[in-house]
Structure formats: structure tokens, C-alpha cells
């Protein structure tokens, strides 16, 4: 199945897989290093910075920190709209690309690209996949804490919604 994916173009203001610099899903899913591990903290590192330095509430979602899982993007629930639309905003002046899935998990979620990088950011407006909802809009980014990875702290659900938010995505999933 994965193959098929790879065939699938995804035009993105005339840019494809390629161009983005993930058309290799099947070789990215093989790496799992201490150096993918870095990388991907690194990029959620300046995820993070532009959210802290526009001051926006949000949630690291879908984060598994378990040593050598490859994690390709970072998901965040971000509920308020005024806050997504300034990180939106921001991103692409940035340089990100933002798109839609054929088929996305939730109809307002939007992803984002930067040409060359392996990591997407997914930004979810409320806590829910394939229209059903895991928990009342504003209490998982109510109950949030800090946690550490490496040199920052990021938001994360609390624990008890950071294991019912990976369940119930991998149940959507049929994982």
C-alpha cells in the first residue's frame, strides 16, 4: 500500500512529493536513530519558539517518547481560532506550505511543509478524529502540562488524555 501512496501526487502551489523532499515515505519509516530522535526534537524546538513567541495555547499530540520511534510530524491541537490563524499566518512567512489530506481526520485540520524538511506540522482544531470527538472542546489544552525533551518543555496532555488520545487514534486508524 505504501507504494500506491508514493504514486499519489500531491500538487501543493505546483509542488509535489519531491519537491517537498518526502516522496521517500518507505525509506523515512526505516530510519530510527538517536539522530532522527534529535532531529525531530530539533524541529519541534522551533515549532515551539514561534509558538511561544506568538503566545499561543497549544497541545503536542500523537508524541510517543520512547527511544528510537521515528516520529515524522508533529501534531498539535491548537483550539482557539484567533491563535491558529497567526501560527498559520506565521508559518507560511516562514516558508511553510500548507494543505489539506484527501481524506483528513478531522475537516479543519490543516497540515504544513517546509520544502526540504522530513517533518509536517498537523494542526488540529479540537480533540476529535473522523468525527467523533475523545474529549469536550478545551479540556485537554485545560488539563495540559510540561514536559521535557532534551534542552525545552513543550505543552502535552496530561497523562491520562496523552494514552486515551493515542488509543483512540489508533482505534480510528484500525491499528
Known amino acids: ?10 500538487l501543493l ?4 512529493l519531491v ?16 539522530s532522527a530522535r534529535n532531529s525531530w526534537i530539533k524541529a519541534l524546538m522551533e515549532v515551539k519558539a514561534v509558538l511561544d513567541s506568538l503566545n499561543i495555547k497549544y497541545v503536542l499530540i500523537k508524541y510517543l517518547d520512547v527511544p528510537y520511534v ?15 490563524d497567526l501560527f498559520f499566518s506565521t508559518l507560511r512567512k ?12 478531522h475537516p479543519e485540520k490543516i497540515e ?10 498537523d494542526v488540529y482544531p479540537e480533540p476529535a478524529w473522523w468525527k ?13 502540562i510540561l514536559r521535557k525533551f532534551l534542552e525545552t518543555e513543550v505543552f502535552v496532555p496530561s497523562p491520562t488524555h496523552d494514552i486515551y488520545i493515542i488509543a483512540t487514534h489508533g482505534y480510528a486508524h484500525g491499528i
Open 70 to 84: 521515528y516520529m515524522q510530524d508533529i501534531d498539535l491541537l491548537i483550539e482557539d481560532d484567533r491563535d491558529r
Open 94 to 105: 516562514k516558508g511553510y506550505l500548507s494543505y489539506r489530506s484527501l481524506f483528513p481526520s
Open 132 to 144: 467523533i470527538s475523545y474529549a469536550p472542546k478545551g479540556l485537554v489544552t485545560q488539563k495540559r
Open 13 to 16: 502551489s505546483g509542488s509535489n
Open 112 to 121: 504544513f511543509v517546509k520544502p526540504n524538511s522530513p517533518f509536517q506540522i
Open 19 to 34: 519537491t517537498l523532499g518526502i516522496h521517500n515515505l518507505h525509506a523515512n519509516k526505516l530510519v530510527v536513530s538517536d
Open 1 to 10: 500500500m505504501l507504494n500506491e501512496l508514493e504514486k499519489v501526487p500531491f
